[in-house]
């Protein structure tokens, strides 16, 4: 018999990785955005056109790059965040992987300024191949510029949604770091009309700024016996039909678990009408040693040793929250 097994072209294995980690629009602003905080900027501006599909800005003012350190940052493996194994195990940064900026700069043109304060550079890179290096002139930070996403990639590219929907996915993705981080002022621009503006602030006036429709909420922080829950939920009123309103994080990363969801809905109990969905924004402070967030690219699902543990002190926590919102008490099912 005919052996058929081949080894796949460098080209081909290095589209599919960048597969993993740049799905759409919204995937490129999570990384770019993660890379500023990162690197300790203070202000991030969010820029996208037609959907995020033909360009997208993220601009810093981090520590930044020099010009030899922008020419590694964009090949694969190359990180300033880990150096052993162990250190993944009590990283403090978003990211550690080595692998956004080489994806991103795989399948986009990819235009990169940034400056440490002493050198400034530029890099442009189409389709992973660096085509020019020149000198800049700016002030301490880098900007990222993302054009034609997935040119190279058409059956990836005639996957994307509609521009109104990326545009969509893109702004969730901004309204969670808006919540996440609200020391760091952001600037979001879809074309060139603002869609927020937000100052350093706390996170109650973040909530508001994201959902401004909810007018009572309550903000907590309460120990458990996993370690710390904090955040804001909305008074039982306030509800949407789909959980578009409801953010957990778990040690400063967004994840996405509804059986987390459905705690929170379990904590309003009878207090909220029939499939109503509250409104939350809910921080888990977890030893890292009891929850692993390594186990996807995008880092969105987590995994808790103790899952029932948290649930069950999840629901207990909101309970004990929502009986505080004046005359929703007797509604709120007995423990
Ligand atoms: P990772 O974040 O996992 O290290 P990336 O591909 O996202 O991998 O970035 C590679 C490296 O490029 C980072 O480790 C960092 O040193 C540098 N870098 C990326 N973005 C920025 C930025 N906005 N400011 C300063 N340095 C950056
Ligand atoms: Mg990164």
Redesign the pocket.
């Known amino acids: 018999m005919k052996i058929k097994i081949k080894r796949l072209p460098d080209e081909v294995i290095s589209k599919i990785a960048a597969g993993e980690v740049v799905t759409n629009p919204a995937s490129v602003v999570k990384?770019?955005v993660?890379?500023?905080v990162?690197?300790r900027?203070s202000k991030i501006e969010i820029q996208i056109r037609n959907g995020g599909k033909s360009y997208i800005k993220?601009s810093?003012n981090?520590?930044?790059?020099s010009t030899e350190?922008l020419t590694?940052?964009?090949q694969r493996y190359?990180?300033?965040?880990?150096e052993t194994l162990e250190d993944i195990y009590k990283i403090t940064?978003?990211?550690?992987?080595?692998?956004?900026?080489?994806?991103?700069a795989e399948v986009s043109r990819l235009l990169?300024t940034?400056s440490?304060g002493e050198v400034s550079g530029k890099l442009e890179v189409v389709g992973g191949k660096v085509v020019r290096i020149s000198e800049a002139f700016r002030e301490r930070?880098?900007t990222?510029e993302v054009y034609d996403l997935f040119f190279n990639v058409p059956a990836r590219r005639k996957f994307l949604s509609s521009e109104k929907v990326e545009a969509r996915m893109v702004t969730e993705m901004v309204e969670r770091f808006l919540v996440a981080l609200p020391s760091v002022e952001f600037l979001y621009k879809i074309e060139d009309e603002v869609v927020y503006f937000a100052k350093p602030s706390r996170l109650s006036d973040r909530f508001s700024t994201v959902f401004p429709e909810v007018r009572e909420f309550r903000e907590f922080e309460e120990e458990t016996s996993f370690g710390k829950v904090r955040g804001v939920i909305s008074s039982p009123q306030y509800c949407r039909k789909n959980r578009t309103g409801q953010m957990f994080f778990v040690n400063g990363r967004f994840v996405l678990d509804s059986l987390l969801n459905s705690a929170l809905e379990r904590g309003y109990g009878e207090s909220i009408s029939h499939g109503g969905k509250p409104y939350a924004v809910i921080f888990l402070e977890i030893s890292p040693d009891r929850v692993d967030v390594n186990i996807h690219p995008q880092k969105l699902q987590v995994k808790f040793s103790d899952a029932q543990g948290v649930y069950n002190e999840i629901i207990r926590v909101v309970r004990d929250q929502v009986r505080k919102f004046p005359g929703f008490t007797m509604f709120v099912e007995r423990p």
Request: hydrophobic residues 45%; without cysteine; proline residues 0%.
């Open positions: 990384e770019l993660e890379n500023s990162d690197a900027a993220v810093d981090g520590i930044g790059m350190e590694l940052a964009v190359t990180t300033s965040k880990i940064s978003f990211g550690f992987r080595g692998e956004a900026l080489a994806s991103i990169i940034s440490n930070g880098t990222v």
